[in-house]
């Protein structure tokens, strides 16, 4: 017979919270520029094509 291990899900504290909201606004952040670079690039490029 096998131990029955403890399935209880564990909790965020307010902290985890904090940094995980840190976490995901950057990714968002990052995303935003990177989207916005491209954007540009592809709007100078049709630009000079004409």
């Given at each position: 017979?096998?131990?029955r291990?403890?399935?209880?899900?564990?909790t965020l504290?307010?902290?985890h919270h904090v940094?995980?909201?840190v976490v995901v606004?950057?990714?968002v952040?990052?995303?935003?520029?990177?989207f916005a670079g491209?954007?540009?690039a592809v709007?100078?490029?049709?630009?000079?094509k004409g």
């Open positions: 017979m096998t131990a291990k403890n399935t209880t899900p564990k504290s307010r902290g940094l995980a909201g606004t950057g990714a952040v990052i995303a935003g520029i990177g491209s954007y540009a709007r100078d490029l049709a630009l000079d």
